[in-house]
Protein backbone atom coordinates (compact mmCIF):
# COMPACT_ATOMS: atom_id res chain seq x y z
CA UNK A 1 0.00 0.00 0.00
CA UNK A 2 1.25 3.43 -0.75
CA UNK A 3 1.79 5.88 1.84
CA UNK A 4 -1.17 8.08 2.66
CA UNK A 5 0.84 11.06 3.38
CA UNK A 6 2.74 10.85 0.08
CA UNK A 7 -0.39 10.84 -1.34
CA UNK A 8 -1.55 13.96 0.49
CA UNK A 9 1.29 15.80 0.59
CA UNK A 10 1.32 19.58 -0.55
CA UNK A 11 -2.55 19.52 -1.15
CA UNK A 12 -4.93 21.47 -0.16
CA UNK A 13 -8.34 19.64 2.56
CA UNK A 14 -10.63 18.39 0.25
CA UNK A 15 -14.13 20.08 0.30
CA UNK A 16 -16.65 17.79 1.56
CA UNK A 17 -20.00 18.41 -0.63
CA UNK A 18 -21.67 16.12 2.00
CA UNK A 19 -21.57 18.06 5.24
CA UNK A 20 -23.65 20.45 3.96
CA UNK A 21 -25.64 17.96 1.54
CA UNK A 22 -25.50 14.68 2.68
CA UNK A 23 -28.44 13.79 -0.53
CA UNK A 24 -25.89 14.23 -2.80
CA UNK A 25 -25.84 11.56 -5.44
CA UNK A 26 -23.73 12.65 -7.91
CA UNK A 27 -21.25 15.99 -8.39
CA UNK A 28 -18.49 17.30 -10.91
CA UNK A 29 -15.18 18.34 -9.78
CA UNK A 30 -11.73 18.66 -11.03
CA UNK A 31 -8.94 15.32 -10.78
CA UNK A 32 -6.11 17.09 -8.42
CA UNK A 33 -3.93 14.09 -8.04
CA UNK A 34 -3.67 9.89 -9.08
CA UNK A 35 -1.05 7.69 -7.28
CA UNK A 36 -0.81 4.19 -8.89
CA UNK A 37 -0.58 1.30 -6.79
CA UNK A 38 -0.90 -1.43 -9.66
CA UNK A 39 -1.66 -1.28 -13.46
CA UNK A 40 -5.10 -1.35 -12.81
CA UNK A 41 -5.75 0.59 -9.24
CA UNK A 42 -4.54 3.47 -7.25
CA UNK A 43 -5.75 6.64 -5.63
CA UNK A 44 -7.57 9.52 -6.57
CA UNK A 45 -7.79 12.86 -4.91
CA UNK A 46 -11.08 15.59 -6.28
CA UNK A 47 -11.36 18.72 -5.09
CA UNK A 48 -14.73 18.18 -3.72
CA UNK A 49 -16.19 14.64 -3.21
CA UNK A 50 -19.39 13.96 -2.23
CA UNK A 51 -17.99 10.50 -0.38
CA UNK A 52 -17.60 10.18 3.27
CA UNK A 53 -14.00 8.34 4.02
CA UNK A 54 -14.02 5.26 6.96
CA UNK A 55 -13.97 6.49 10.20
CA UNK A 56 -16.10 9.36 12.27
CA UNK A 57 -18.23 5.90 13.42
CA UNK A 58 -19.05 5.42 9.70
CA UNK A 59 -18.40 3.16 7.25
CA UNK A 60 -16.86 3.96 4.13
CA UNK A 61 -18.82 5.41 0.84
CA UNK A 62 -18.66 3.81 -2.68
CA UNK A 63 -18.94 4.52 -5.93
CA UNK A 64 -17.22 5.94 -9.09
CA UNK A 65 -15.05 8.55 -10.97
CA UNK A 66 -15.31 8.90 -14.62
CA UNK A 67 -14.12 11.47 -17.44
CA UNK A 68 -13.44 10.99 -21.12
CA UNK A 69 -10.62 9.21 -20.63
CA UNK A 70 -10.83 6.53 -17.31
CA UNK A 71 -13.49 5.19 -15.72
CA UNK A 72 -12.75 3.65 -12.21
CA UNK A 73 -14.82 2.41 -9.02
CA UNK A 74 -14.21 3.68 -5.64
CA UNK A 75 -13.55 0.85 -3.53
CA UNK A 76 -12.43 2.35 0.01
CA UNK A 77 -12.24 6.30 0.47
CA UNK A 78 -9.42 7.04 3.36
CA UNK A 79 -8.41 10.15 4.64
CA UNK A 80 -5.14 12.24 5.49
CA UNK A 81 -4.77 15.59 7.25
CA UNK A 82 -8.08 16.58 5.77
CA UNK A 83 -7.59 15.30 2.26
CA UNK A 84 -9.95 12.41 1.12
CA UNK A 85 -8.42 9.95 -0.63
CA UNK A 86 -10.66 7.76 -3.12
CA UNK A 87 -9.25 4.28 -3.60
CA UNK A 88 -10.08 2.70 -7.36
CA UNK A 89 -9.61 0.20 -9.05
CA UNK A 90 -9.54 1.79 -12.69
CA UNK A 91 -11.66 -0.17 -15.39
CA UNK A 92 -10.67 1.77 -18.18
CA UNK A 93 -8.30 4.10 -19.02
CA UNK A 94 -6.04 6.12 -16.81
CA UNK A 95 -7.10 9.01 -14.54
CA UNK A 96 -3.55 10.77 -15.64
CA UNK A 97 -4.72 14.37 -16.83
CA UNK A 98 -4.46 16.69 -13.40
CA UNK A 99 -6.13 19.38 -13.91
CA UNK A 100 -9.01 17.75 -15.70
CA UNK A 101 -13.24 17.64 -15.22
CA UNK A 102 -14.21 14.33 -13.99
CA UNK A 103 -17.88 13.12 -12.33
CA UNK A 104 -18.31 11.59 -9.36
CA UNK A 105 -21.19 9.01 -8.22
CA UNK A 106 -22.01 7.46 -5.24
CA UNK A 107 -23.27 3.76 -4.16
CA UNK A 108 -26.81 5.19 -3.12
CA UNK A 109 -28.59 2.44 -1.90
CA UNK A 110 -26.24 1.81 0.82
CA UNK A 111 -25.45 5.44 1.84
CA UNK A 112 -28.45 5.94 2.54
CA UNK A 113 -29.13 3.19 4.57
CA UNK A 114 -26.05 4.43 6.66
CA UNK A 115 -27.42 7.84 6.62
CA UNK A 116 -30.87 6.36 7.98
CA UNK A 117 -28.27 4.09 10.45
CA UNK A 118 -26.48 7.06 11.90
CA UNK A 119 -29.96 9.51 12.84
CA UNK A 120 -31.07 6.45 14.47
CA UNK A 121 -27.92 5.91 16.20
CA UNK A 122 -28.20 9.33 17.82
CA UNK A 123 -31.69 8.97 19.00
CA UNK A 124 -31.11 5.35 20.86
CA UNK A 125 -28.32 7.62 22.58
CA UNK A 126 -31.09 10.17 23.65
CA UNK A 127 -33.14 6.98 25.03
CA UNK A 128 -30.31 5.14 26.44
CA UNK A 129 -29.44 8.44 28.23
CA UNK A 130 -32.60 9.37 29.56
CA UNK A 131 -33.75 5.26 30.74
CA UNK A 132 -30.02 4.73 32.20
CA UNK A 133 -28.96 8.48 33.15
CA UNK A 134 -27.66 11.47 31.27
CA UNK A 135 -23.80 11.54 33.60
CA UNK A 136 -23.36 8.18 31.37
CA UNK A 137 -20.13 8.32 29.15
CA UNK A 138 -20.40 6.95 25.68
CA UNK A 139 -17.30 5.56 24.15
CA UNK A 140 -17.23 4.45 21.16
CA UNK A 141 -20.52 4.00 18.43
CA UNK A 142 -21.02 2.64 14.60
CA UNK A 143 -23.49 3.05 12.65
CA UNK A 144 -23.63 1.16 9.37
CA UNK A 145 -23.77 -2.77 8.98
CA UNK A 146 -23.57 -5.56 9.22
CA UNK A 147 -24.18 -4.02 12.91
CA UNK A 148 -24.95 -0.82 14.22
CA UNK A 149 -23.89 0.14 17.96
CA UNK A 150 -23.40 2.38 20.68
CA UNK A 151 -21.25 1.83 23.43
CA UNK A 152 -20.81 3.39 26.86
CA UNK A 153 -18.48 3.02 29.87
CA UNK A 154 -19.61 2.20 33.48
CA UNK A 155 -21.67 -1.16 34.64
CA UNK A 156 -25.52 -1.12 34.50
CA UNK A 157 -28.13 -3.56 36.24
CA UNK A 158 -30.98 -3.35 33.94
CA UNK A 159 -31.70 -1.83 30.84
CA UNK A 160 -35.12 -2.29 29.52
CA UNK A 161 -35.20 -2.87 25.46
CA UNK A 162 -38.66 -2.01 24.89
CA UNK A 163 -38.65 1.05 26.93
CA UNK A 164 -35.77 2.36 24.74
CA UNK A 165 -37.37 0.87 21.47
CA UNK A 166 -40.25 2.89 22.53
CA UNK A 167 -38.77 5.91 23.26
CA UNK A 168 -36.47 5.58 19.99
CA UNK A 169 -39.65 4.92 17.71
CA UNK A 170 -41.65 7.75 19.47
CA UNK A 171 -39.26 10.23 18.36
CA UNK A 172 -39.16 8.51 14.40
CA UNK A 173 -42.97 8.79 14.41
CA UNK A 174 -42.52 12.72 15.35
CA UNK A 175 -41.02 13.52 12.12
CA UNK A 176 -38.09 15.89 13.60
CA UNK A 177 -36.24 18.10 11.34
CA UNK A 178 -31.65 16.83 11.66
CA UNK A 179 -30.04 19.49 10.13
CA UNK A 180 -26.52 20.75 10.62
CA UNK A 181 -25.37 23.99 12.28
CA UNK A 182 -21.34 24.94 12.24
CA UNK A 183 -20.69 26.92 15.66
CA UNK A 184 -17.06 28.46 17.19
CA UNK A 185 -15.59 26.88 20.23
CA UNK A 186 -17.62 29.43 22.80
CA UNK A 187 -20.63 28.62 21.07
CA UNK A 188 -20.28 25.07 21.29
CA UNK A 189 -21.16 24.43 24.85
CA UNK A 190 -24.85 26.40 24.41
CA UNK A 191 -25.95 24.61 21.37
CA UNK A 192 -24.49 21.20 22.16
CA UNK A 193 -27.22 19.15 24.16
CA UNK A 194 -26.83 15.49 25.30
CA UNK A 195 -23.63 14.65 24.81
CA UNK A 196 -22.35 14.51 27.83
CA UNK A 197 -18.28 13.58 27.09
CA UNK A 198 -17.53 16.77 25.04
CA UNK A 199 -13.54 16.74 26.72
CA UNK A 200 -12.45 14.58 24.08
CA UNK A 201 -13.26 16.93 21.45
CA UNK A 202 -10.61 17.93 19.55
CA UNK A 203 -9.77 21.39 19.20
CA UNK A 204 -11.12 23.02 16.43
CA UNK A 205 -12.34 26.70 15.24
CA UNK A 206 -15.42 25.76 14.04
CA UNK A 207 -17.61 22.44 15.08
CA UNK A 208 -20.54 20.88 13.04
CA UNK A 209 -23.06 19.87 15.37
CA UNK A 210 -26.05 17.64 14.13
CA UNK A 211 -29.17 18.70 15.67
CA UNK A 212 -31.92 16.82 15.70
CA UNK A 213 -34.90 18.98 17.10
CA UNK A 214 -36.17 19.10 20.34
CA UNK A 215 -33.83 15.47 20.96
CA UNK A 216 -30.17 16.74 20.96
CA UNK A 217 -27.39 18.62 19.52
CA UNK A 218 -24.12 16.08 18.65
CA UNK A 219 -20.89 16.91 17.24
CA UNK A 220 -20.82 15.20 14.48
CA UNK A 221 -19.31 14.86 11.04
CA UNK A 222 -21.32 11.75 9.75
CA UNK A 223 -24.57 12.03 7.39
CA UNK A 224 -27.65 12.13 8.26
CA UNK A 225 -31.45 12.21 6.60
CA UNK A 226 -33.30 15.48 7.11
CA UNK A 227 -36.17 14.11 9.34
CA UNK A 228 -36.19 11.38 11.87
CA UNK A 229 -39.37 9.84 9.55
CA UNK A 230 -37.17 8.90 7.39
CA UNK A 231 -35.34 6.41 9.69
CA UNK A 232 -38.31 3.93 9.57
CA UNK A 233 -38.26 1.52 12.46
CA UNK A 234 -35.76 1.48 15.41
CA UNK A 235 -35.33 -2.19 16.81
CA UNK A 236 -33.06 -2.31 19.65
CA UNK A 237 -31.68 -5.88 19.07
CA UNK A 238 -29.71 -6.17 21.84
CA UNK A 239 -27.08 -4.90 24.70
CA UNK A 240 -23.61 -6.88 25.30
CA UNK A 241 -21.40 -6.47 28.53
CA UNK A 242 -18.03 -5.53 27.61
CA UNK A 243 -15.09 -5.99 30.22
CA UNK A 244 -15.20 -2.04 30.75
CA UNK A 245 -18.58 -1.12 29.60
CA UNK A 246 -21.76 -2.16 27.70
CA UNK A 247 -22.92 -1.77 24.19
CA UNK A 248 -26.23 -1.51 22.80
CA UNK A 249 -27.22 -3.07 19.06
CA UNK A 250 -29.61 -1.65 17.28
CA UNK A 251 -31.15 -1.90 13.72
CA UNK A 252 -33.59 -0.38 11.16
CA UNK A 253 -36.15 -1.45 9.67
CA UNK A 254 -39.00 0.03 6.56
ZN1 LIG B 1 -22.87 11.15 14.79
Not at 20 to 36: A, G, I, M, N
Not at 128 to 155: I, Q, T
Request: proline content about 5%; overall charge negative; glycine content about 8%.
Amino acid sequence: MVNLSTIASGLQPTNRLYLSDSYLKSTETTLLRYVPETRKSGYIVTRDTIMHPKGGAQPSDTGSIESPSFRATVKKVLEHSGVVIHYCEVTDGAPTLEGEKVSMSIDWEKRYLVMRLHTAGHIVDHAVLNEVGHDLLSSRAFHGPPESFVEYMGKINRIDLDLLAEVSNEIVRASKRVYPVWVSREELWRVVSGAPNMERLPSLETYRVIVVEGVNAIPCGGTHVANTGEVGRIVITGVKELERGFRVIYNVTE
